[in-house]
């Protein structure tokens, strides 16, 4: 038996692993899903998130865990999960990118989508410096994220996505070799992906070597769109 923290992207929350949380519960496996701060149904003010505090949420579900865990990262949960690694490497037995962002020290989040003149998302932004967040626009929502998605799950979606906080977005990813560089990591690539394109996840991980690499034919959200595949690339992880 293995413990997964899931750790979700921009927009998103806990609810977004609906599907994959009972399916890994069900494999006889503890899960977490986590809301980070600001999102989900964490009420933090948007303007006071930082990443720090995501890093500190994420690190608090570590230190409760009895082992070390599979700490998986979707999107931009791949920063997160790469800075809780520099802080817990040993609370950690996998890394796990699910079509996210696999970023170098000292590199933003928002420097890193930059990098991607094939995303979807990157030309939908709706940010709102004023107030400390950033939207998608609403017409970039499906193509970028659900283009493989029930329209059930698109409704849930446009339902329960928010306003991503700002702060976190600008502050540079800090990592060692050390720590960050002592866990094993491992990429799962979504050929179909709008919002982070096949092309800048294989750059990803390919400069910062990942095993395995394993690969879905899907859009950005394979939690929703492919969740026995999902699960069974999950559980062969441990």
């Not at 998103?12 to 009972?22: R, T």
């Not at 817990?88 to 928002?110: E, H, N, W």
Request: proline share 8%; hydrophobic share 45%; glycine share 8%.
């Amino acid at each position: 038996m293995s413990t997964f923290v899931l750790v979700h992207g921009s927009w998103h929350g806990a609810w977004c692993w609906y599907k994959i949380v009972p399916a890994l519960q069900a494999a006889g496996h503890n899960v977490v899903a986590l809301d980070l701060p600001g999102l989900g149904n964490d009420k933090t003010p948007v303007a006071e998130v930082t990443l720090d505090s995501w890093l500190a949420c994420v690190c608090a579900a570590l230190d409760e865990a009895a082992e070390p865990v599979v700490l998986v990262g979707h999107s931009r949960g791949g920063l997160v999960i790469s800075g809780a690694a520099e802080r817990r490497p040993d609370k950690i037995a996998k890394l796990v990118y699910l079509a996210a962002f696999l970023m170098p020290s000292g590199q933003t989040m928002l420097e890193a989508a930059g990098t991607d003149p094939d995303s979807l998302a990157a030309t939908h932004l709706d940010p709102h410096p004023e107030e400390g967040y950033i939207l998608v626009k609403d017409e970039g929502v499906v193509p970028a994220f659900y283009a493989d998605c029930t329209a059930q799950d698109i409704a849930l979606a446009r339902l329960c996505l928010q306003p991503e906080p700002l702060v976190p977005l600008g502050t540079p990813l800090q990592t060692s070799p050390e720590n960050f560089g002592r866990v094993p990591r491992a990429y799962i690539e979504c050929t179909g992906d709008r919002a982070i394109s096949i092309a800048a996840q294989r750059r990803m991980h390919g400069a910062l070597s990942c095993d395995p690499v394993l690969t879905m034919h899907t859009d950005h959200s394979p939690f929703f769109s492919a969740p026995e595949e999902l699960t069974q690339h999950l559980l062969s992880l441990v």
